[in-house]
């Protein structure tokens, strides 16, 4: 069971990026999905979810409007597209599933990660 996150880069601000999480071992069938955003000195933080069974999404004020999350059933996939980047994105950027409809915004309720993905907006 595998979660790969990729997609991250360097973009100045307005910009825009897609972050992709694969995942592997398993089908995302049943699960909820997340992305979750840790800056340096800070927690870390939800930024949308998505209930795989029904596409169902949820979004932090923060990046509402401006990222969309998304699934490819077809390759097992949750992406996360991010436009109108600011420097206040720049951050690692986790995915992480659970099995189950329910799309917490709390980092402690998914039992599987991938390993990041750096983001830097610069001004």
């Known amino acids: 069971v595998q979660l790969q996150a990729s997609g991250g880069g360097s973009v100045q601000s307005g910009g825009s990026l897609r972050l992709s999480c694969v995942a592997s071992?398993?089908?995302?069938?049943?699960?909820?999905v997340a992305w979750f955003r840790q800056a340096p000195g800070k927690e870390r933080d939800f930024v949308a979810g998505?209930?795989?069974?029904?596409?169902?999404?949820y979004y932090a004020d923060s990046v509402k409007g401006r990222f969309t999350i998304s699934r490819d059933i077809a390759k097992n996939t949750v992406i996360l597209q991010m436009n109108s980047l600011k420097p206040e994105d720049t951050a690692v950027y986790y995915c992480a599933a659970r099995n189950g409809r329910v799309i917490s915004t709390t980092a402690s309720w998914y039992d599987h990660w991938g390993q990041g993905t750096h983001v830097t907006v610069s001004s």
């Open positions: 071992g398993f089908t995302l069938g049943d699960y909820a």
């Open positions: 998505i209930r795989w069974s029904d596409g169902n999404t």
